[in-house]
């Protein structure tokens, strides 16, 4: 069964820093990309970033470059996310994601709240 468990959420002042931790199961997980995306307040889904299998090359988006940096394990399976300099504007549920065997997978997703 294909598990996705985020986790390293919490409340931090503007400014500040957090590393979010995505630990993935029930599937080959350096076999597969991994992204980060988040959902603010009554708006859609985000992508952040990606990173490539094995590799591990990376790409981020507008929200997320200069700020965020992503990385894997490809041993413990496990995606994080390491966020600086963070704003209210990133107060959202954040989730990893990946599609695996034809199917969108995520997690149930780690909340950040930044107070500013």
């Known amino acids: 069964q294909v598990q996705l468990v985020e986790s390293g959420g919490g409340l931090v002042q503007s400014g500040g820093s957090l590393t979010l931790s995505c630990t993935a199961s029930?599937?080959?997980?350096?076999?597969?990309?991994m992204n980060w995306v988040r959902q603010a307040p009554g708006k859609g889904l985000e992508w952040l970033a990606t990173?490539?299998?094995?590799?591990?090359?990376?790409t981020y988006g507008a929200a997320a470059a200069g700020r965020f940096t992503v990385s894997r394990d490809n041993v413990r399976n496990i995606v994080t996310l390491r966020m600086t300099n963070l704003k209210p504007a990133d107060t959202a549920i954040y989730y990893c994601?990946?599609?695996?065997?034809?199917?969108?997978?995520r997690g149930q997703g780690t909340q950040v709240t930044v107070s500013s």
């Open positions: 994601r990946a599609l695996v065997k034809g199917t969108l997978r």
């Open positions: 990173i490539e299998k094995n590799s591990g090359g990376t």
């Open positions: 029930g599937f080959n997980f350096a076999d597969y990309p």
